[in-house]
């Protein structure tokens, strides 16, 4: 029988890890992630896999991606300036399209900042943070429950589109505990990366199938392909091809963005008569669950727009709210990133409102409502 435990967020993140099938981790502590680390270091010897400290963030990125391709599903956990120092790094997995997870939780920035503070600081930084273009992932869980789930659905997302994903929570999630009861791992969904269905002699490592998606053989599973950050043609090696380039950038992106119904996940409450709707993701997303509640006591039509996954951004789901509401408030503890997605997207169909705090404290129940009152 299932047993309710009190867990950390970033407890139930390594432990989702393992679930979907990770085997190793390479990283190095740093607040507020250094718990998924060090659960990790105990328990990955436990089910066969291997726990590598690295001498530095840079190479805790480097290691993970040799473990993947060599056909293990590994994950690395940072915060702040070490999801900086991963950023060139993630820009190659993403090019030689190789399946990793990405633990970032966030505390107050730039550089060094407030370790032990929470923010939302990173939400451009995991879209654009490293140079060119390329298709991106990443998940906010809110509550510890999903801490585990989301990262199950990391993994999968990696496997399945061959891609860096990054798993974005903040100190307020990664640092809390709830009751979390450990589903039956059979009533999970795994999935594992494609494998080659021809021989090697045949095989084309970067031919993308029908679903834009190549193949992945493991290194020692008898085929030989070549891996490279240049550009490449389907045999994986180099080439200055006009049309190549072309190709093998925009797969990237269209690889991510004709399986949007797949990819984006969210959470709508109390929208379908709301006047005015919150966005909020992450930490702030509690404060908004009482913050609508209140408001609805008081006779107040609010309601709350989760984005579940913040890249790509849930366009189709978020223009229909505009299409509703009369006021969108975007709450984020950081001095303003997503608000500017939702206006790009929301077109001038509702009044976009930014509720950004950057002081070390989260946003309140009693701000949120203040704003709600004032966007009515």
């Not at 990790?40 to 530095?56: H, N, T, W, Y």
């Not at 107050?108 to 407030?114: E, H, I, L, R």
């Not at 640092?175 to 045949?202: C, Q, W, Y």
Request: proline share 7%; with cysteine; glycine share 10%.
């Amino acid at each position: 029988m299932a047993k309710a435990v009190l867990m950390q967020g970033n407890h139930a993140c390594a432990e989702g890890a393992i679930a979907a099938g990770a085997r190793f981790f390479a990283g190095y502590p740093i607040t507020p992630s250094t718990e998924v680390a060090e659960l990790l270091a105990k328990r990955l010897p436990q089910v066969g896999g291997s726990f590598i400290q690295m001498e530095d963030e840079i190479a805790g990125m480097a290691a993970i991606i040799g473990a993947s391709l060599a056909g293990t599903k590994s994950l690395t956990a940072t915060s702040g300036p070490g999801f900086s120092l991963k950023q060139e790094l993630i820009g190659y997995a993403s090019m030689a399209e190789v399946p990793c997870v990405i633990v970032n939780v966030q505390r107050t920035g730039p550089s060094t900042g407030q370790p032990t503070s929470p923010a939302q600081g990173d939400v451009m930084q995991a879209r654009w943070g490293s140079h060119g273009d390329r298709g991106v992932i990443a998940l906010s869980p809110s509550s510890v429950p999903e801490c585990f789930t989301l990262t199950v659905e990391a993994f999968n997302l990696a496997e399945k589109y061959r891609t860096p994903v990054v798993l974005l929570l903040d100190e307020i999630i990664g640092h809390m505990r709830e009751k979390f009861v450990m589903p039956d791992p059979a009533s999970l969904t795994i999935v594992n990366r494609k494998k080659p269905a021809l021989p090697p002699g045949e095989f084309l490592p970067y031919k993308p199938e029908a679903d834009g998606v190549a193949p992945m053989p493991g290194y020692g599973e008898g085929y030989r392909f070549h891996t490279t950050g240049l550009v490449h043609d389907y045999t994986g090696f180099p080439s200055g091809s006009n049309a190549v380039t072309h190709e093998l950038i925009e797969r990237l992106h269209t690889k991510i963005t004709n399986n949007i119904d797949d990819i984006v996940k969210y959470e709508a409450l109390e929208l379908d008569d709301a006047e005015v709707a919150v966005v909020a993701f992450g930490g702030t997303a509690r404060s908004a669950y009482a913050a609508i509640e209140s408001a609805r006591a008081e006779g107040i039509k609010a309601g709350l727009f989760r984005p579940i996954t913040i890249w790509p951004v849930p366009e189709k789901q978020l223009f229909t709210v505009a299409e509703k509401v009369k006021t969108i408030i975007v709450a984020e503890m950081n001095y303003g990133q997503y608000v500017g997605e939702v206006r790009r997207v929301v077109c001038g169909k509702a009044n976009v409102v930014s509720l950004a705090k950057w002081n070390n404290d989260p946003i309140t129940p009693n701000e949120l409502l203040n704003a709600i009152k004032a966007g009515r």
